[in-house]
């Protein structure tokens, strides 16, 4: 058996100080890297409607509007699910959700592939987004909950930076399955894939360690002290041990989800969980719209069809790499510092990228700037938010954070759309997309540091 690494005493500081403060174990990178699978396929399953809108137009023999309501079922799903489901985990535990989740994305996409008209298919989409939702939220938990201090920003960037690379697979494979088996083939694929995770998840995920901790079951001390060897720490005399405040011992229960939800209005948590939520918000709005309107509005505002496409390739380009690179800079760093840093810079850029069409060359290399910068600020939010939150309201904290973000996903297309038929220029529309942005910087800039993890719970 692997000796326990060297770190700080098991003191009331508790055993989230000390795997903060200790290095990152080969078991730890393994479970980020399962989230980082996860994450994969979920920009597979979550684009495979886009990948297949043309074949599924023409053989349900549907309006741009009906394919444009297939579009967004899954996005719609996915805020349901991080809003419904990701508190579950705050109940039930991670693991459980998790596996739940990934059972429903697969049936959903299973589904999808069985779809004999377009409202069931409709339908199974919303089934594969409430799955995804969920995923995200829980992840995103489990990535962060298993990382250090000093690790965390990179571990979470690149477990963001999965989400695109499943995409872009998935849209490079989706040409060759659509040719050979039609579009039905991008779903079984999809359906192999999700479950095959599914099987991997179920051998290899744990349960956080800080969730049975602070649930305070003692049946869960085994189950504990066998994760905690495996990351190279010794393991607890008992689960009050673990506690940064004996006083913090739970009864074995959680609140319910309902409960967990109110409790982020309440109490000192109100502040910090109103300022992310707008953060969230105005980040996914600005995210959406420039990935979204991007090459139709270059075009407009000049540029060739193809030259709009290639300032849409430069922003995919940028963002495969720039949650990352988020995670780069943070090493060492305050991460709610550089995330307010990397949001002031992408709202600059994205007025720069406007204003540079008449260069192309400069065009493309702004465009790859903005999707960098762009990406790092989901990945910061991803990493600054599960800090806020106590680990009994964790789950509930990041998946409202989430869902409330995809509201602004979905409406920053809208907007965009009734905004462009007003008659605002691009120019205008980059403007405002940007100041949005700086709304956000503002709403992370107010966070101010995290509040201690004990007067982050607001007591039943």
């Keep these: 058996m692997t000796a326990p690494a060297a770190h700080p005493p098991a003191d009331a500081r508790g055993i989230r100080a000390r795997l903060d403060a200790a290095p990152m174990s080969p078991y730890q990178w393994m479970v980020v890297g399962l989230c980082v699978l996860l994450n994969t396929l979920d920009g597979f399953d979550v684009m495979a409607m886009a990948f297949t809108a043309g074949a599924v137009g023409e053989d349900f023999a549907l309006s741009g509007t009906q394919i444009g309501l297939l579009l967004s079922a899954g996005l719609v799903g996915m805020a349901l699910g991080s809003l419904l489901l990701a508190p579950l985990?705050?109940?039930?535990g991670r693991r459980g959700v998790v596996l739940g989740c990934v059972a429903l994305a697969g049936a959903g996409m299973l589904g999808s592939a069985l779809a004999p008209t377009a409202l069931t298919l409709g339908a199974t989409r919303v089934v594969t987004g409430l799955g995804v939702g969920g995923i995200l939220a829980c992840t995103n938990v489990v990535?962060?909950?298993?990382?250090?201090?000093?690790?965390?920003?990179?571990?979470?960037?690149?477990?963001?930076?999965?989400?695109?690379?499943?995409?872009?697979?998935?849209?490079?494979?989706?040409?060759?399955?659509?040719?050979?088996?039609?579009?039905?083939?991008?779903?079984?694929?999809?359906?192999?894939?999700?479950?095959?995770?599914?099987v991997?998840?179920?051998?290899?995920?744990?349960e956080s360690v800080d969730h049975q901790v602070h649930r305070g079951r003692a049946s869960d001390l085994p189950r504990v002290n066998r994760v905690l060897v495996r990351m190279r720490q010794e393991p607890l005399a008992s689960l009050a041990d673990g506690l940064p405040d004996p006083a913090d011992a739970a009864d074995g229960s959680g609140p319910p989800p309902a409960r967990q939800v109110g409790s982020l209005l309440a109490g000192p948590l109100r502040r910090p969980t109103l300022l992310v939520w707008l953060a969230f918000f105005a980040t996914m709005f600005g995210f959406y719209f420039v990935n979204s309107w991007t090459p139709t509005l270059l075009s407009r505002a000049g540029l060739s069809p193809d030259q709009a496409a290639s300032a849409g390739m430069a922003l995919a380009l940028g963002g495969a790499a720039g949650?990352?690179?988020?995670g780069l800079v943070t090493a060492g760093r305050a991460p709610r510092r550089v995330l307010v840093v990397f949001t002031v810079l992408a709202a600059v850029a994205m007025v720069a990228l406007v204003l540079s069409i008449s260069v192309l060359a400069l065009a493309l290399v702004v465009g790859v700037v903005v999707g960098a910068l762009v990406n790092g600020c989901v990945a910061g939010l991803y990493t600054v938010t599960p800090g806020l939150y106590d680990a009994r309201v964790r789950g509930t904290g990041m998946g409202w954070g989430i869902g409330v973000g995809r509201i602004g996903a979905i409406l920053a297309p809208l907007l965009t759309g009734r905004l462009v038929d007003a008659g605002w220029s691009a120019t205008q529309l980059y403007v405002g997309a940007a100041c949005v942005l700086l709304v956000a910087a503002g709403a992370v800039l107010a966070?101010?540091?995290?509040?201690?993890r004990r007067a982050t719970l607001v007591r039943s």
Aim: aromatic share 12%; net charge neutral; charged share 10%.
């Design 447 to 452: 966070l101010g540091a995290a509040p201690s």
């Design 89 to 92: 985990a705050d109940t039930w």
């Design 143 to 198: 990535a962060s909950e298993f990382s250090n201090d000093r690790r965390r920003g990179l571990a979470i960037g690149i477990y963001t930076a999965g989400y695109g690379v499943g995409a872009t697979i998935g849209g490079l494979a989706a040409i060759t399955l659509q040719e050979s088996f039609g579009w039905r083939g991008v779903f079984w694929t999809g359906t192999v894939l999700t479950l095959g995770a599914l």
């Design 323 to 326: 949650s990352v690179l988020y």
């Design 200 to 206: 991997l998840l179920a051998a290899l995920l744990p």
